[in-house]
């Protein structure tokens, strides 16, 4: 089955524990993203990636890292998370930019206190 | 840069009622447009789409026309059901080559009451 999966799905931690989200695709697609989504505020990219060892900014990069060493996994690393960094965070792929869908993994609620 | 903005929400409806979420975008060229679906507790999945002008998405009784002339992408649905309860999210892409950033409305809730 194509899918986009992303662990943990749920995560409280405390501020300043360094944390990462997992992303793996099995579409062998080449584009990844990183979103966060917030009440009001829609979807915001805050990493992406064209390729293997090509990432860069979203609209929201600061206080997220994120690395792209194998096609298939994308993760999300928060070093020193802060309780602004609460939110819902979603990874996607998608073949190319353009007409092509997103294929958006199920979710990570993380909490920061 | 390219915006969407869609109707605020949430929209409350009766089961069987016609559907219509608003958007509107503003991108330069012929960028692709997608309405997405987030049912509760789930990741985004696509619901339909339209790549060029006059194009018309369509899936699961819904439908949406994309029209360069008022640069807008309407959902529309003419009988709702219980099961559309969800958040619709408009986005658009632009068209030229290489990685091109996705932009995303910022969601329209439905609730459908029987």
């Known amino acids: 089955e194509a899918q986009v999966t992303q662990n943990p799905r749920y995560l409280i931690t405390v501020t300043g524990k360094k944390l990462t989200v997992t992303c793996s695709q099995n579409m062998n697609h080449e584009y990844m993203s990183w979103y966060r989504q917030d009440p009001g505020l829609g979807l915001r990219q805050i990493y992406y990636s064209m390729n293997v060892e090509v990432t860069d900014k979203g609209d929201v990069p600061e206080g997220y890292k994120v690395s792209r060493k194998e096609k298939r996994n994308f993760p999300l690393i928060l070093e020193s998370p802060s309780p602004n960094q609460t939110s819902l965070y979603f990874c996607a792929s998608s073949l190319g930019g353009g007409q092509y869908e997103q294929y958006f993994g199920p979710g990570t609620r993380l909490t920061v206190t | 840069g390219n915006s969407v903005t869609q109707m605020e929400g949430p929209v409350t409806l009766s089961e069987e009622a016609f559907l219509t979420i608003n958007c509107t975008y503003t991108?330069?060229?012929?960028?692709?447009l997608f309405w997405y679906v987030q049912y509760p507790g789930e990741g985004l999945q696509l619901l339909l789409k339209?790549?060029?002008?006059?194009d018309k998405g369509s899936n699961k009784g819904f439908e949406a026309t994309y029209r360069k002339e008022t640069t807008s992408f309407h959902l529309e649905k003419g009988s709702v059901q219980v099961s559309d309860s969800a958040v619709y999210f408009c986005?658009?892409?632009?068209?030229?080559?290489?990685?091109?950033?996705?932009?995303f409305g910022t969601g329209t809730k439905l609730q459908v009451i029987p």
């Open positions: 986005a658009l892409s632009p068209r030229a080559g290489g990685y091109q950033k996705v932009t």
């Open positions: 339209a790549t060029k002008a006059d």
């Open positions: 991108a330069t060229g012929y960028p692709s």
